[in-house]
T-cell receptor
């Protein structure tokens, strides 16, 4: 798995877009970027993943730079319930999860009312 | 119709006891996992299991053993509990060992 680096914490105002960066400069060609979050006292929750194209689902958007060395998770209209620790993980989908996911320290996103 | 469920949610026990945590998934997945989250909030894989292979994180003491009665269940047995085993344990599942995993709500184990 490629090493990822995320800011320790971030604040965002409720209703604004939350942009969470992740650096993965050593990512290899077959590794995807996966995002999870963990709301306090709950299990981690899968959000989104991508290889090189931008991706969007009902939870978030994922923007990956052209050189794939970094990415940004975007929560378009953050709510208080989005306060959580967000994890960025880079690994290959073909069996890369069979050994389990390697979670770093993540970014603690705090949504301010 | 919870996708991944764990019981119990809280478990308080004495040092030296043997305990089990149950996990069930109704997603039809073939791979299940156990993770441990310690007091510093670091989340680490303990086991990965499908019907063919058990992958054990080498740092996990052999007092911990996963047991799978069928594809939908992966229980965690812990023998001779120690103070350091106090943590939140999460079960998860995925299809084919894929990185998209679904987690249970966690079991908070406290060893006194």
């Amino acid at each position: 798995d490629a090493k990822t680096t995320q800011p320790t914490s971030m604040d965002c105002a409720e209703g604004r877009a939350a942009n969470l960066p992740c650096n993965h400069s050593t990512i290899s060609g077959n590794e995807y970027v996966y995002w999870y979050r963990q709301i306090h006292s709950q299990g981690p929750q899968y959000i989104i993943h991508g290889l090189k194209n931008n991706e969007t689902n009902e939870m978030a958007s994922l923007i990956i730079t052209e050189d794939r060395k970094s990415s940004t998770l975007i929560l378009p209209h953050a709510t208080l319930r989005d306060t959580a620790v967000y994890y960025c993980i880079a690994l290959s989908p073909s069996g890369g999860g069979a050994d389990g996911l390697t979670f770093g320290k993540g970014t603690h996103l705090i949504i301010q009312p | 119709d919870t996708a991944v469920s764990q019981t119990p949610k809280y478990l308080v026990t004495q040092m030296g006891n043997d305990k089990s945590i149950k996990c069930e998934q109704n997603l039809g997945h073939d791979t299940m996992y156990w993770y441990k989250q310690d007091s510093k909030k670091f989340l680490k894989i303990m086991f990965s299991y499908n019907n063919k292979e058990l992958i054990i994180n080498e740092t996990v003491p052999n007092r911990f053993s996963p047991k799978s009665p069928d594809k939908a269940h992966l229980n965690l047995h812990i023998n001779s509990l120690e103070l350091g085993d106090s943590a939140v344990y999460f079960c998860a599942s995925s299809r084919g060992g894929a990185p998209v995993q679904y987690f249970g709500p966690g079991t908070r184990l406290t060893v006194l």
